[in-house]
């Protein structure tokens, strides 16, 4: 008798989608919070994907909102993740693995209400965060 072996096999592409709130309101007395989450994380066993703020802080946990109009005026925020001061030359906010398809928390924001001299207008800023494997 004869004997051969076959090996079959089946790939399936690692894959998620972060999500995070198109725009956010801040509140004049306290902090705002903010979700960045997963959905359809289908992560290879060993695989971690870590999440960034790769721009917005304009120095260690803070954020600097500019006036609409008048953009040599600003107002700070503090800015935390999970509770910790978010630092410039690291600016890790949360990392992932695993499977989870539902909606699942990567890191909890907390933005502080705004500080500064607060002249009559619109203020803001854009976070942009980045998602790469570790």
């Known amino acids: 008798d ?7 096999e089946y790939s399936v592409e ?9 725009k956010v309101n801040l ?3 306290n902090a ?3 979700s960045v989450k997963t959905i ?3 992560l290879e066993p060993g695989k971690e994907v ?3 703020l790769s721009s917005g802080l304009s120095a260690d946990g803070e954020i600097e909102l500019q006036r609409v109009g008048a953009t040599s005026d600003v107002i700070t925020s503090s800015f935390k993740s999970n ?9 890790i906010i949360g990392s992932f693995s695993g499977y989870a398809m539902e909606e699942t928390e990567v890191s909890k924001i907390q933005i502080g209400n705004p ?20």
């Open 27 to 29: 509140s004049n007395d």
């Open 32 to 34: 705002t919070e903010m």
């Open 2 to 8: 004869k004997e051969g072996n076959t090996v079959v």
């Open 83 to 91: 509770n910790s001061v978010v630092p410039m030359a690291n600016p």
């Open 40 to 42: 359809n994380r289908n």
């Open 115 to 134: 500080q500064g001299d607060k002249k009559a207008g619109a203020y803001q800023t854009t976070l942009t965060f980045t998602a790469a494997f570790k």
């Open 14 to 22: 690692g894959d998620y989608t972060l999500v995070v709130p198109e």
């Open 50 to 52: 870590e999440v960034t």
